[in-house]
């Protein structure tokens, strides 16, 4: 069974820590990778294709909605699924990242619950190796 792999995207480290300790120990074969910024998330997706991408809207280089944009643009890419994770809650927020085609939308702060349940839901490989 091979592992399975998460771009966690967000500027903040405490928060990439927090959200990779729930992953890894949610998902024991689940490897995560991060990037703080969009430019650096888009040259990581380039080369390596992930099972899941959690990504935060307001990163620097670039946004979390010009990354969900390109990203649904890639035919290689398009069918990743992508949570947008964010302290955004206004609904023109939530309605432009359903626009873009996001697989589902999570509001900061995050309820661990809730994150490992988002994650079963828009990738099934997950609901199978969760601890």
Known sequence: MRTLSVLLIDDVSSMR???KSILERTFPDCFVDEANDGISAREKMEMVRYDLVLCDWGIPGLSGEDLLLWVRKQP????IPFIMVTGFR???HVVRA???GVSDYIVKPIAMDVLIQKIKEVNHNFKERSS
């Open 17 to 19: 820590r927090f959200i």
């Open 76 to 79: 290689h890419l398009q069918d």
């Open 90 to 92: 206004d609904k023109e």
């Open 98 to 100: 359903k626009e873009l």
